[in-house]
C-alpha cells in the first residue's frame, strides 16, 4: 500500500533532533495531576501560561508538549518542515545563524538549525512545534519529572524527538504580549497549616523581612536566602502530605517554595501555602530576585 508507505516515512521525518540539549531542558505539559496518593508528583511545565501561550501560537491545544530550557537554552535540527514559537524567558531566536521572532510562529525548514539562545531575562524559555512533542506518556502525562524520573530524560546531544501529527489549523496570530520576568518576585500565601510549630516572631519575619533566590533553586522548589525562621518546638513531625507551593521550612530555617517536582510527601513542617496564580513568576525568577511573602489571611 504506497499511501500507507508514503504516510508512515512522513510521519517519521516528523522529528527533531537535538543538537544542543542545553544545561537543562526538558519535555512538559500540563503534567500529571491526580497521584499524589501514589507517591507521583505533579509536574508539568513550571510556567504553564507561558507553555499555553506558544502552544496558542503555533496553533496546538493548550495541553500539548512543549520544549522547557533552562538559563542558556537549546539547539534542534527538524527533519521535516515545522511551524515554531519560543516564549518565555526573552531570549536570541536563529535559523541558520538568522535572527527569527522570540514570541511569534516561525517556519524552520527540513534540516535548519533552531537556536534559542541564554535567556537575557528570566529563566526558562519554551519551545512549542506545531503537532506538539509526540514521546511516549506515563500516567496521561508527557512531562519529565525530575524527582520521580517519571517521563522522558531530559535531552542529550543527539537525542530524536517525535513530533504529533498536527491537529487543526496554524493560528493566525503574529505575536502575543508576554508578562515580564520579575524584578522582584511577590508571593502571597495563607499560612499554615503548621505556622504553629513557629513562634509568633517567625511568620511577622517571613512576611515583612527580604529574602532573596537562591542559585539551589530548581524545577523541585524555590529555595531563598534570608533570615531564619524559628521553630516554637523541637520535636519532629511525622511525613505528611505536601501540595504544590507549600512553604517548607528545613532545619536552616530558610523557607523553600515547592513547585512542580515536590516529593508528595515531606517531614519539614510548612509555615504557609503560595496562591498557585503567583507560582508561574517563580518559573521566571532568576537567583538574586528580591522575593517578599505577603500573608493574605486563611481561607
Not at 532545619?251 to 516529593?263: K, Q, S, W, Y
Request: proline fraction near 12%.
Amino acid at each position: 500500500m504506497p499511501h500507507e508507505h508514503v504516510r508512515t516515512r512522513r510521519m517519521k521525518d516528523r522529528a527533531l533532533v537535538v543538537v544542543r540539549a542545553g544545561a537543562l531542558t526538558t519535555v512538559q505539559d500540563r503534567g500529571r495531576p491526580g497521584h499524589a496518593h501514589l507517591g507521583v508528583p505533579r509536574s508539568g511545565a513550571l510556567d504553564g501560561p507561558a507553555a499555553a501561550l506558544v502552544n496558542r501560537l503555533v496553533g496546538n491545544p493548550p495541553d500539548a508538549a512543549v520544549l522547557e530550557t533552562t538559563l542558556t537554552g537549546c539547539a534542534v535540527r527538524p527533519r521535516a518542515e515545522v511551524v515554531v514559537a519560543v516564549g518565555g524567558a526573552p531570549c536570541p531566536v536563529t535559523v541558520d545563524g538568522r535572527p527569527a521572532a522570540w514570541g511569534a510562529p516561525v517556519r524552520v525548514g527540513a534540516g535548519s538549525l533552531l537556536d534559542v539562545g541564554p535567556a537575557v531575562a528570566g529563566v526558562r524559555a519554551y519551545v512549542a512545534v506545531f503537532g506538539g512533542i509526540a514521546v511516549e506518556p506515563v500516567l496521561g502525562s508527557r512531562s519529565t519529572d525530575l524527582l520521580s524520573g517519571l517521563g522522558p530524560a531530559p535531552l542529550a546531544d543527539g537525542a530524536v524527538l517525535p513530533l504529533g501529527a498536527p491537529r487543526g489549523l496554524l493560528a493566525r496570530v503574529d505575536v502575543a504580549p508576554q508578562p515580564a520576568p520579575p524584578d522582584e518576585l511577590i508571593l502571597r500565601v495563607t499560612p499554615g497549616p503548621r505556622d504553629d510549630w513557629f513562634t509568633s516572631d517567625a511568620l511577622r519575619t517571613l512576611t515583612s523581612r527580604a529574602y532573596h533566590v537562591s542559585p539551589a533553586s530548581n524545577r523541585i522548589g524555590l529555595r531563598t536566602v534570608g533570615p531564619s525562621l524559628e521553630r516554637a518546638r523541637s520535636d519532629e513531625l511525622p511525613s505528611e502530605g505536601m501540595v504544590l507551593g507549600a512553604v517548607q521550612v528545613p532545619p536552616d530555617g530558610r523557607p523553600v517554595v515547592f513547585l512542580a517536582d515536590h516529593p508528595t510527601t515531606g517531614g519539614y513542617p510548612v509555615i504557609a501555602v503560595v496562591r498557585p496564580a503567583d507560582l508561574p513568576a517563580a518559573a521566571q525568577a532568576v537567583p538574586g530576585t528580591p522575593v517578599r511573602f505577603t500573608a493574605v489571611g486563611r481561607r
